[in-house]
């Protein structure tokens, strides 16, 4: 005979004969149930992860992995502070910079945060250059008072490459009719998309002298660094700020962006609990299960026992036929749920260009596109999540089933 034999009579029970049909339609739509939750549970933190990764590439793409300011306006001896950084081996490239509010003038007014950049320097910190549209950072040279914008401020000042754009910093000067903003014309020699809307609606970007004379500052703003692990931020920064004293503040981008990658990685795990809540539900309906099958097999049961067999087997066949039906599901649900993840930003387009709709619209998110990121230790968390509480779920019932007193269930056979 094959053994064993609890698992024998599990398998035999899950072809049911014409009779019990309709407990093979309860199996079915157990399997049913916990295939559509890990569906649901693979598929949401997939997005959740797609979020989380696209947020901090494409941000950390635009902003740098730490910055050195001065406690004022500009830094204090900058270039010495420059050399420190770069001394530092997990520092890979940094660069100096000023950033002043702005009020640019087009065919249309729009407010946006200017950056004054080296463009030698720049591509070793950030990677907006990859991302230009037209032209590139090589033509921000000292004097030329060229600018370069994000593709959607562009649209809203109603330019493009080759017009001129006016430019107000908040720094009024005293002249005879009065104080006046610090004004100045710009050349448009580029645009940008970072696929971000705080930066391609938000940043422009001159060269750092024009940013100084603009601003009357004597030295740039800050400093900003690329580390070799983005990860390893704070450490780095505490031994820079050894390092550079108490007249410089070192900020990483975990403290720059506190407020959103902990709302980003907060959302995950508030949807995993959620998710996690649906399996459970679905899991219930196997303990409904394998409660109407144990009613149904009494009299098996009884046979069972009076041939010897112990209560303990008695759990274990009904345990095999409650984790055969969620492992079952877990493989579909796993197979079905990778799948989705793995084209679900393909699928969303087909969606959106059938029905000419649009699910992150790019004024409101900063990104407009649907991310999914598929990560096997989370396909292995759903799965043993699932897992265990298929077989919490068969406990009670083969525990009953245990229970069956031969005399009794036969007593009207």
């Given at each position: 005979m094959f053994r064993p034999l609890e698992l024998f009579i599990g398998l035999r029970y899950t072809r049911a004969k014409r009779r019990n049909q309709f407990i093979s339609f309860i199996s079915a739509v157990s399997i049913t149930c916990i295939s559509i939750s890990v569906i649901a549970l693979i598929t949401v933190m997939s997005v959740m992860n797609g979020f989380d990764y696209q947020m901090k590439t494409r941000i950390l793409g635009g902003i740098s992995h730490a910055t050195i300011s001065g406690i004022g306006e500009s830094m204090p001896d900058w270039r010495n502070a420059l050399r420190i950084a770069h001394a530092d081996p997990h520092v890979k490239g940094a660069a100096p910079y000023v950033e002043i509010q702005g009020l640019l003038q087009g065919r249309a007014p729009s407010a946006a945060m200017v950056r004054g950049i080296d463009p030698k320097l720049e591509p070793a910190v950030v990677d907006i250059g990859k991302h230009m549209v037209h032209g590139s950072l090589a033509a921000l040279t000292p004097g030329s008072w060229n600018i370069v914008l994000g593709q959607d401020l562009a649209n809203q000042l109603g330019v493009g490459v080759g017009d001129q754009v006016v430019m107000a910093v908040p720094e009024f000067r005293a002249t005879p009719f009065g104080g006046v903003p610090r004004m100045r014309g710009f050349h448009v020699v580029g645009t940008f998309t970072m696929g971000i809307e705080q930066f391609d609606s938000g940043l422009a970007m001159v060269n750092m002298q024009d940013a100084e004379?603009?601003?009357?500052?004597?030295?740039?703003?800050?400093?900003?660094?690329?580390?070799?692990?983005?990860?390893?931020?704070?450490?780095?920064?505490?031994?820079?700020?050894?390092?550079?004293?108490?007249?410089?503040?070192?900020?990483?981008?975990?403290?720059?962006?506190?407020?959103?990658?902990?709302?980003?990685?907060?959302?995950?795990?508030?949807?995993?609990?959620?998710?996690?809540?649906?399996?459970?539900?679905?899991?219930?309906?196997?303990?409904?299960?394998?409660?109407?099958?144990?009613?149904?097999?009494?009299?098996?049961?009884?046979?069972?026992?009076?041939?010897?067999?112990?209560?303990?087997?008695?759990?274990?066949?009904?345990?095999?036929?409650?984790?055969?039906?969620?492992?079952?599901?877990?493989?579909?649900?796993?197979?079905?749920?990778?799948?989705?993840?793995?084209?679900?930003?393909?699928?969303?387009?087909?969606?959106?260009?059938?029905?000419?709709?649009?699910?992150?619209?790019?004024?409101?998110?900063?990104?407009?596109?649907?991310?999914?990121?598929?990560?096997?230790?989370?396909?292995?968390?759903?799965?043993?999540?699932?897992?265990?509480?298929?077989?919490?779920?068969?406990?009670?019932?083969?525990?009953?089933?245990?229970?069956?007193?031969?005399?009794?269930?036969?007593?009207?056979?």
């Open positions: 004379k603009l601003a009357s500052q004597s030295g740039p703003t800050g400093i900003r660094l690329k580390l070799d692990d983005l990860f390893n931020a704070r450490p780095v920064a505490r031994a820079l700020a050894n390092q550079l004293g108490q007249v410089y503040q070192v900020q990483t981008w975990e403290q720059t962006n506190t407020n959103l990658f902990s709302a980003i990685s907060m959302e995950k795990k508030v949807m995993g609990v959620i998710l996690s809540l649906i399996v459970l539900v679905a899991v219930i309906n196997l303990i409904s299960m394998l409660m109407m099958l144990v009613t149904d097999k009494q009299a098996d049961i009884a046979i069972l026992r009076t041939l010897g067999m112990t209560p303990r087997s008695v759990m274990g066949v009904f345990m095999v036929q409650g984790l055969l039906v969620g492992l079952v599901g877990i493989a579909i649900g796993v197979g079905l749920g990778s799948l989705l993840s793995w084209q679900l930003p393909g699928i969303v387009k087909v969606i959106e260009h059938i029905f000419h709709v649009q699910f992150l619209s790019p004024d409101v998110y900063y990104i407009s596109e649907v991310p999914s990121r598929l990560e096997l230790g989370d396909v292995v968390w759903v799965s043993l999540v699932t897992f265990a509480f298929s077989l919490l779920a068969t406990l009670y019932p083969a525990w009953r089933a245990s229970r069956t007193q031969p005399a009794q269930a036969l007593r009207y056979e």
